[in-house]
T-cell receptor, first 114, second 117 residues
């Protein structure tokens, strides 16, 4: 069974630009969560989608948004990039996003903002 | 609100020695507990999880963890480590029940385990 895939793996942008990251979950998984990982703040939860609906959201500004398609693939978008947005962005999929569900993580997208 | 504290940011150890990575959590509700491992340039992989039942949980690669409710701890142990265990380890919790927990894990800051030959 193929794992969670994320594209692109690496991305370099400049301040003020916007970026879209993509995540394809494991087949059959309907929940996709996104996390930001930085050396200073560690792993922080961005949001979760299930059946094309955002069910949960972390404490990030509105510049961070996402969506999920009918095939469960998900994208996250960051607008008006700031230097502090440089991070590894991880997506994780699970069967239903329940609190007991194992989340399977992708390899991440490394975003560098110059 | 939840919080997870991993008491050691770095743990160096020699090969074949035992190791313990410490994790304490704080939550106003009951939680599920997880340990994940992250190898360089990779995503996170689940080592083990505590949902209910026996407080001693066994996971992959010879790791185990013990849930201590009174001390709100979930320490990870391995009796004999290998060079290949060198990685960063994360303790995480999720709230039991309720919409605020959908798809959300709260992570500790991570412990870098370095195994020396």
């Amino acid at each position: 069974k193929a794992g969670v895939t994320q594209t692109p793996r690496y991305l370099i942008k400049t301040r003020g630009q916007q970026v879209t990251l993509s995540c394809s979950p494991i087949s059959g998984h309907r929940s996709v969560s996104w996390y930001q990982q930085t050396p200073g703040q560690g792993l922080q939860f961005l949001f979760e989608y299930f059946s094309e609906t955002q069910r949960n959201k972390g404490n990030f500004p509105g510049r961070f948004s996402g969506r999920q398609f009918s095939n469960s693939r998900s994208e996250m978008n960051v607008s008006t990039l700031e230097l502090g947005d440089s991070a590894l962005y991880l997506c994780a999929s699970s069967l239903a996003g329940g609190d007991w569900d194992e989340q399977f993580f992708g390899p991440g997208t490394r975003l560098t903002v110059l | 609100a939840q919080s997870v504290t991993q008491l050691d940011s770095q743990v160096p150890v020699f090969e074949e020695a035992p190791v313990e990575l410490r994790c304490n959590y704080s939550s106003s509700v009951s939680v599920y507990l997880f340990w994940y491992v992250q190898y360089p340039n990779q995503g996170l992989q689940l080592l083990l999880k505590y949902l209910s039942g026996s407080t001693l949980v066994k996971g992959i690669n010879g790791f185990e963890a013990e849930f201590n409710k009174s001390q709100t701890s979930f320490h990870l142990r391995k009796p004999s480590v290998h060079i290949s265990d060198t990685a960063e380890y994360f303790c995480a919790v999720s709230d039991r029940g309720g919409g605020t927990s959908y798809g959300k894990l709260t992570f500790g800051q991570g412990t870098i385990l370095t195994v020396h030959p």
